[in-house]
Nanobody
Framework: QVQLVESGGGLVQAGGSLRLSCVAS????????MAWFRQASGKEREFVAR????????YYADSVKGRFTISRDNAKNTMFLQMNSLKPEDTAVYYC?????????????????WGQGTQVTVSS
């Protein structure tokens, strides 16, 4: 089992920045990649960014490319999401997910472990 705990959400004005963190514990050696997803009210969970746990390769959704940066600190089993130039449409609950399968994916159903989520609200 892998446990994930997110933190760092909050209320920010458009154009502002936030940094999210996700700490993994348990069988962290089984993690192949971790990712951030978000779910706005009334919408499906959508992919935001992914990072491979060993090589650190990153991949972003087009909607956040150039504004968000995903990173990780393997020694602390922690993943980060630096969010800059935030827009009202970035408002959502942000979830971190852990992938243990070999094939990298941006599909939420492939991620077997999830955190509880952290709310990000961007005011206009």
């Amino acid at each position: 089992q892998v446990q994930l705990v997110e933190s760092g959400g909050g209320l920010v004005q458009a154009g502002g920045s936030l940094r999210l963190s996700c700490v993994a514990s348990g069988r962290t050696f089984s993690i192949n990649a971790m990712a951030w997803f978000r779910q706005a009210s009334g919408k499906e969970r959508e992919f935001v960014a992914r990072i491979s746990w060993s090589g650190g390769r990153t991949y972003y959704a087009d909607s956040v490319k150039g504004r968000f940066t995903i990173s990780r600190d393997n020694a602390k089993n922690t993943m980060f999401l630096q969010m800059n130039s935030l827009k009202p449409e970035d408002t959502a609950v942000y979830y971190c997910g852990a992938l243990t399968a070999q094939a990298l994916s941006i599909m939420a159903r492939e991620y077997g472990y999830w955190g509880q989520g952290t709310q990000v609200t961007v005011s206009s």
